[in-house]
C-alpha cells in the first residue's frame, strides 16, 4: 500500500460492527460480559475503546510498528514512555527538545529519580559521551523545534544499540508521511499528534507507536495503570485529519519552499532555518532519511522590536503557540514555546530575542508572502 492509501485504508477502516466506513464514536466507559472475562475485546474504555483502537491501529500502521497508543496529550505520551525507566535510570536527550519535554524531565521525572542529560544529538559523537552506566535511552527530535536541527535517526540507533539502549523519536515535525523513525532503527516514535496529524487546531492529542512485543506489553500495562487516554471523540477527530494527511503535507512544503524563497532575499531577514535550503549543515542527512522537508520555518529579524512589529503586523499569520495547521501560525520561541527553557540556556541553543518561527499553512501562498512583506515593511 502507497503512503497516501495507508491514510485512508490502513489500521480499522470501516467499523466490524455496522459496517460504517467512517469508525463511529464510541461514546462509552464500560461494556457488557456474557459471563465474568468474557466480552468482545472490550471491557473499560481506559484499557480499550473501539474508536481509540482503530486510531491506535492507524498510527501503528503508518508507523510500521508493532503496536499504537493514543494518549491525551503529546506529553501525556512522552510522560508515558519515560514510565517505562526507573528510578536511577538515565536519557540523553537532544537539546533543543521541545520545552515541555525539558520541563518535565528537568522539573517532574527527575523528582522521581530520573535523570537526563541533553547534547547536541545532531552530532552523533556528544551522543556517545553522555552515554553512563545507568544509561537506557538516547530520545530525539528531529526537526528540532525552532532551529531544525536534524539528527541522523540511523546513526543515532545504531549507536544507541551497540550500548544496548533504547533509541525514541518525537517525530512531530515530519509525521510518518515523511519519515519513518522505526525503519530507521528506532524502538520507540511518539507524536504530538495535536499538531499536523490532526492538522485543524481542534484536538490535543499524542501518539505512540512501538516496535516490539515487549515494549508493547509495557508502555500498555503504564497506559492503562496512569490512564493518560485519549477520549473517543479526540480519537475520531484525529482519524479524520489523518486522511488527508498525504494531501497537507505536500501543499505545506509547495508554500514553505516559496515562503523561504521569499525570506532568504529580504534584507531584514538575517538567518533562515529550514532543512531544504542546501546550506543548512544537515541538508543531505534530512534529505536522506525524510522524504520532506515540513513547513516549520524560523528566521531572525534582529532583534525583540522587530519581532514584535512583524507578530502584530500580520494578517493571515496568526500569533499563537502550536504548530501543523491549516492556518499559518507565527511564534516568537524565546517568549512563547521555548519560555520555559531559562534564558541563558536559550542563548547558549541560538534562541534569540528576535528569532521568529511560522509554521506554514494552506492559504495561497501569494497572500502569505504579501502578508510577511508588508508586515517587515511597517
Ligand atoms: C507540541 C509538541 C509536544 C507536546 O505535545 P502536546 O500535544 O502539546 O502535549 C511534543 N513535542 C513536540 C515536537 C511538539 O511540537
Given at each position: 500500500m502507497k503512503k497516501k492509501t495507508k491514510l485512508i485504508h490502513g489500521g480499522i477502516p470501516t467499523d466490524p460492527q455496522t459496517g460504517a466506513v467512517s469508525t463511529p464514536i464510541y461514546q462509552v466507559s464500560t461494556y457488557k460480559q456474557d459471563e465474568v472475562g468474557k466480552h468482545k475485546g472490550f471491557e473499560y474504555s481506559r484499557s480499550g475503546n473501539p474508536t481509540r483502537h482503530a486510531l491506535e491501529e492507524l498510527i501503528k500502521d503508518l508507523e510500521g510498528g508493532e503496536r499504537g497508543f493514543a494518549f491525551g496529550s503529546g506529553m501525556a505520551a512522552i510522560t508515558a514512555v519515560m514510565m517505562l525507566f526507573n528510578s536511577g535510570d538515565h536519557v540523553v536527550l537532544t537539546d533543543d527538545v521541545y520545552g515541555g519535554t525539558y520541563r518535565v524531565m528537568t522539573k517532574v521525572l527527575n523528582r522521581?529519580?530520573?535523570?537526563?542529560?541533553?547534547?547536541?544529538?545532531?552530532?552523533?559523537?556528544?551522543?556517545?559521551?553522555?552515554?553512563?552506566?545507568?544509561?537506557?535511552?538516547?530520545?530525539?527530535?528531529?526537526?528540532?523545534?525552532?532551529?531544525?536541527?536534524?539528527?541522523?535517526?540511523?546513526?543515532?540507533?545504531?549507536?544507541?544499540?551497540?550500548?544496548?539502549?533504547?533509541?525514541?523519536?518525537?517525530?512531530?515535525?515530519?509525521?510518518?508521511?515523511?519519515?519513518?523513525?522505526?525503519?530507521?532503527?528506532?524502538?520507540?516514535?511518539?507524536?504530538?499528534?495535536?499538531?499536523?496529524?490532526?492538522?485543524?487546531?481542534?484536538?490535543?492529542?499524542?501518539?505512540?507507536?512501538?516496535?516490539?512485543?515487549?515494549?508493547?506489553?509495557?508502555?500498555?500495562?503504564?497506559?492503562?495503570?496512569?490512564?493518560?487516554?485519549?477520549?473517543?471523540?479526540?480519537?475520531?477527530?484525529?482519524?479524520?485529519?489523518?486522511?488527508?494527511?498525504?494531501l497537507r503535507m505536500e501543499e505545506h512544503e509547495i508554500n514553505t519552499k516559496k515562503i523561504v524563497d521569499f525570506l532568504l532575499q529580504h534584507p531584514k531577514v538575517s538567518k533562515v532555518y529550514y532543512p531544504g535550503l542546501e546550506?543548512?549543515?544537515?541538508?543531505?542527512?534530512?534529505?536522506?532519511?525524510?522524504?520532506?522537508?515540513?513547513?516549520?520555518?524560523?528566521?531572525?529579524?534582529?532583534?525583540?522590536?522587530?519581532?514584535d512589529r512583524l507578530l502584530t503586523n500580520t494578517k493571515y499569520f496568526t500569533l499563537a503557540e502550536s504548530l501543523g495547521a491549516v492556518e499559518s501560525l507565527i511564534s516568537v520561541p524565546a517568549r512563547m514555546t521555548h519560555a520555559s527553557i531559562p534564558k541563558d540556556r536559550r542563548d547558549e541553543l541560538g534562541i534569540t530575542d528576535g528569532l521568529v518561527r511560522i509554521s506554514v499553512g494552506l492559504e495561497d501562498v501569494e497572500d502569505l508572502i504579501e502578508d510577511i512583506d508588508q508586515a517587515l515593511s511597517k
Open positions: 522521581l529519580g530520573i535523570e537526563s542529560t541533553f547534547v547536541d544529538s545532531s552530532n552523533p559523537a556528544s551522543i556517545e559521551e553522555a552515554i553512563r552506566d545507568n544509561t537506557k535511552a538516547v530520545y530525539i527530535e528531529t526537526p528540532t523545534n525552532p532551529l531544525l536541527k536534524i539528527t541522523d535517526i540511523k546513526e543515532a540507533a545504531s549507536l544507541a544499540k551497540k550500548h544496548g539502549l533504547l533509541t525514541i523519536v518525537d517525530n512531530t515535525f515530519s509525521t510518518p508521511y515523511w519519515q519513518n523513525p522505526l525503519a530507521l532503527g528506532a524502538d520507540i516514535v511518539l507524536h504530538s499528534a495535536t499538531k499536523y496529524l490532526g492538522g485543524h487546531s481542534d484536538v490535543v492529542a499524542g501518539l505512540v507507536v512501538v516496535n516490539s512485543d515487549q515494549l508493547a506489553e509495557d508502555l500498555f500495562f503504564v497506559q492503562n495503570s496512569t490512564g493518560g487516554v485519549l477520549g473517543p471523540q479526540d480519537s475520531w477527530l484525529l482519524i479524520r485529519g489523518i486522511k488527508t494527511l498525504g546550506s543548512h549543515p544537515n541538508h543531505e542527512i534530512a534529505k536522506a532519511q525524510a522524504s520532506g522537508f515540513g513547513g516549520m520555518v524560523s528566521f531572525d529579524v534582529g532583534s525583540e522590536e522587530n519581532a
